[in-house]
């Protein structure tokens, strides 16, 4: 199975910050890569899909970018709804998919 | 409003059984790929299973930790897809979310989720 490796698992930014999340896969995976925000108690939210594809209704201030085996995450200015927990997942060999273990992104 | 709804999570024995439901409402349900993830505070997300869509063949696959113990199923009549779970184990404790590709292609070719529910917990104790 792929194994999918996020760093760093948590970090403490500001309002206004530019913040970039990355995800290692173990092998490549082309660009199926897909990233989540979680908040707590509920179900995760698709961000960004195929690698860096914004979903519909998702603000331009996230992005998305990687092929292969590294790809990241930016929030270009963050918003205080912004902070949660965010997840990349990976389908290039499925199923299984698999997913990061999570970056938690906190207050400052 | 394109919606999942969980139900029938509880406390259950080592051994015992428990069958996880999910409504969904707002798409069109029987063309659409269904899954359910867990999640754990200490494994984070983890793919379940998945029932593909009737006329995909409603195949099911499963993750290695539950094949032969799990079996997913659905009521398109209903729009409700079912999670039986059988011989749970400690490991199985977890929030169980069903989700969906809601039948966007686009979504279906990388594997993405765009819907998913809030979420019912399953506690494995004695």
């Known amino acids: 199975d792929i194994q999918m490796t996020q760093s760093p698992s948590s970090l403490s930014a500001s309002v206004g910050d530019r913040v970039t999340i990355t995800c290692r896969a173990s092998q490549p995976i082309s660009n199926y890569l897909n990233w989540y925000q979680q908040k707590p108690g509920k179900g995760p939210k698709l961000l960004i899909y195929?690698?860096?594809t914004l979903q519909s209704g998702v603000p331009s201030r996230f992005s998305g970018s990687g092929s292969g085996t590294d790809f990241t995450l930016t929030i270009s200015s963050l918003q205080p709804e912004d902070f949660a927990t965010y997840f990349c997942?990976?389908?290039?060999?499925?199923?299984?998919?698999?997913f990061g273990q999570g970056t938690k992104l906190a207050i400052k | 409003e394109v919606q999942l709804v969980e139900s029938g999570g509880g406390l259950v024995k080592p051994g015992g059984s428990l069958r996880l439901s999910c409504a969904a409402s707002g798409f069109t349900f029987n063309r659409a790929w269904m899954s359910w993830v867990r999640q754990t505070p200490g494994e984070g997300l983890e793919w379940v299973g998945r029932?593909?869509?009737?006329?995909?063949?409603?195949?099911?696959d499963y993750a290695a930790p539950v094949k032969g113990r799990f079996t997913i199923s659905r009521e398109d009549s209903k729009n409700t897809l079912y999670l039986q779970m059988n011989s749970l184990e400690d490991e199985d404790t977890a929030v169980y979310y069903c989700?969906?590709?809601?039948?966007?292609?686009?979504?279906?070719?990388?594997?993405?989720?765009?819907?998913w529910g809030q979420g019912t917990k399953v506690t494995v104790s004695s």
């Open positions: 997942q990976q389908i290039y060999i499925a199923p299984p998919c698999s």
């Open positions: 989700t969906t590709d809601g039948g966007k292609w686009e979504l279906r070719e990388v594997g993405a989720f765009d819907t």
């Open positions: 029932i593909k869509s009737n006329v995909d063949g409603e195949t099911t």
């Open positions: 195929a690698a860096s």
